[in-house]
């Protein structure tokens, strides 16, 4: 199995925490988006989407961080990441998508890149859309895991794909300047998480391809 993977890509930061919940042995391979690897025709050949993760499972090549852990989580169900209760599978999906689909596709590199190459638009504007869409998502993020009554996890007494999204994205608003202060239940499940190794292992400054 194989890892196409940048170390400060959230999507790819999911992944490589249900790769290291699962206990999961991986090959790295790194895809610098900094220097628009992802763009490079031979990879683009394998990932139609153009993005990191990618994972090769013997010959079975899959994008889209989501799809990679309901891929892992159908063949490797221990720990399962996505409930098969079925309230809480909706509550699960209900955060990571909120988390996947409004949150990162807002803010990740090649939004910001548009911004100011394209739109010309100033440093300090780019990141006031940042801290804004950062500021919308946590506070919607927040009063969801009010309702489930989060304690150590987002859902539940255990780990799921909830976390797994949580993690990355509070790292990168943390990294970004965010204040983060009025999301005490996102800032709780962030800290727990991050005490647990599977969690320590998957950070981006414990990768091969880490550059301060």
């Known amino acids: 199995m194989e890892l196409h993977s940048f170390f400060n890509s959230s999507t790819s930061y999911r992944v490589r925490i249900a790769l290291a919940l699962k206990k999961l042995d991986f090959d790295f391979v790194p895809v610098n988006i900094r220097v628009l690897d992802h ?17 090769d499972d013997d010959g079975f090549e899959l994008g889209q961080s989501l799809a990679i852990i309901d891929y ?5 169900p221990e720990p399962r990441l996505i409930p ?15 988390i996947a689909c409004d949150m990162h596709p807002l803010n990740n590199l090649r939004v910001l890149r548009y911004l100011v190459t394209t739109l010309g638009v ?5 990141n006031g859309w940042y801290h804004h869409w950062v500021a919308e998502g946590f506070q919607s993020l927040e009063k969801m895991l009010e309702r489930t009554n989060s304690d150590k996890f987002c859902v539940g007494g255990q780990v799921s ?13 943390a990294r970004m300047g965010c204040n983060l202060g009025a999301y005490p239940r996102v800032m709780a499940v962030y800290e727990h998480c ?13 990768q091969p391809d880490y550059q301060a």
């Open 122 to 126: 100033s440093d300090e504007a780019k």
């Open 39 to 55: 763009k490079k025709p031979e990879y683009v050949a394998r990932n139609p989407g153009a993005s990191v993760p990618l994972l």
């Open 84 to 98: 098969q209760d079925l309230k809480q599978r909706a509550r699960v999906l209900e955060i990571s998508n909120l």
């Open 161 to 173: 794909l909830a976390d797994c999204c949580l993690v990355p994205q509070v790292a990168n608003a």
């Open 72 to 76: 892992l989580d159908a063949k490797y």
């Open 194 to 206: 991050n005490t647990l190794e599977a969690f320590q292992q998957a950070a981006p400054a414990n």
